[in-house]
């Protein structure tokens, strides 16, 4: 296997989930190993890993380390040009670097305030005007995205599944865990992200995961989930 992927707890690790999609998504062979993110014993399992101090973290078959989300990636699609982990148009591989970019630095009330969780949903939980700004700026990205470079028939910002997808799948994850408010193209968006294979075999991985106590438990309402 060229790359092992380190990623932490499936439930609640939304970077460790890009991570992932960059290789599963796109057929790029891999190994995973699992870090104890939760359990207190990611900095001994990350040992020899430097300057990786946090999931995701991937090794290269010649033992380069990758410690961030967009050195894998731009490593990833350095090395397997033919994957097609950029969109190939110009204009739209320089628009989907922007988006990645903006959403690797930026939205942090939907972090702080949405914790990543895809057990369950809060079907009651107060949205601050600080997540609806973020959510007004994710939908303008994406409608700006599909509208210039968007397909008929397929559901991907960029027409074809790229790194664009890979970075906004947590967002979709949250939407839907929160039950935040979704325009016409966001939920079809959200849909598609997360009625994907890929993404249902995470989930499944993740649902057998047992964690006592169960981090971010919030005070709403649950309800199931919907996909």
Known sequence: MPYTL?????LF???SLRGWLMLEKFG???????VGLYAGTMAQELKGMEPARTVPAMKTDVGHVLSDSLSMAET??????DAGLWPKDAG?????????AEMHSSFSA????????IAFVWSDFTVSDAVKKDLARIEELWALAHSRYGKEGSPWLFGEYSLADVFYAPVCCRMT???????AFAKSYVKATLTDPAFQAWRQEALAEVHDPFPYDLA????????
Do not use: H
């Not at 865990?177 to 325009?183: E, H, R, V």
């Open 6 to 10: 380190f990623i932490g707890d499936r």
């Open 110 to 117: 939907l972090r702080s305030e949405c914790p990543n969780n």
């Open 177 to 183: 865990t929160y039950s935040l408010p979704q325009g």
């Open 92 to 100: 739209a591989r320089a628009l989907a670097r922007n988006l990645v």
């Open 76 to 81: 990833l699609a350095e090395e397997n040009p």
């Open 28 to 34: 790029i062979p891999y190994e995973t190993t699992m």
């Open 220 to 227: 709403f309402r649950k309800a199931d989930w919907p996909y």
């Open 13 to 15: 690790s939304s970077w």
